[in-house]
């Protein structure tokens, strides 16, 4: 079993209210915009392992470390990650593309600044955009969402929220 940590948009901020509701998890995994160049993903990876994709916000040097989009194998789950995602009937064309290729079971993005978890029945797969971290942008509320996996399933989802 993983106990995981999804974030996204942090935008240089990692405030100490979202290094309390990660502290338990076994590693983060983080959808792009980390913002502050390669500062905030090495403190986010000295804190936990760190999982991340480049975002359209992010330098090209921290691509070297996280690339654009992600596909790997956790507790028996099937995980891609890519910034610029989309929703089910509305995904980006480039995320359409990887989602044809990699067939995952869970489909993490950024990017909106909105949380959102839905399922995708037509591609029997989850979505999850764990919203903004950060406080740059034009959401209220900041967000971050933690869960376990164990034996390909999801359970134990929560939901963080900071006023901005």
């Keep these: ?96 593309k990887l989602l044809d290729e990699y067939k995952p079971d869970l489909f993490v993005c950024g990017h909106s600044h909105i949380l959102k978890v839905v399922r995708d029945p037509k591609r029997n797969m989850l979505v999850i955009n764990p919203g903004a971290a950060g406080i740059q942008g034009f959401h209220i509320v900041r967000t971050a969402i933690r869960f376990r996996i164990e034996n390909g399933k999801i359970f134990d989802m929560e939901v963080f929220e900071l006023d901005r």
């Design 1 to 96: 079993m993983k106990y995981i940590g999804v974030i996204s948009d942090t935008h240089g901020v990692f405030s100490e209210q979202f290094r309390e509701f990660l502290e338990p998890v076994d590693e983060i995994w983080h959808a792009g915009d980390f913002g502050g160049g390669e500062g905030l993903a090495a403190e986010l990876a000295a804190f936990k392992p760190l999982l991340g994709v480049a975002g359209n916000a992010d330098n090209y040097n921290l691509r070297y470390t996280h690339p654009i989009h992600r596909f790997f194998e956790c507790e028996g789950l099937k995980v891609l990650m890519t910034h610029i995602g989309g929703y089910p009937g509305r995904y980006d064309s480039r995320a359409g």
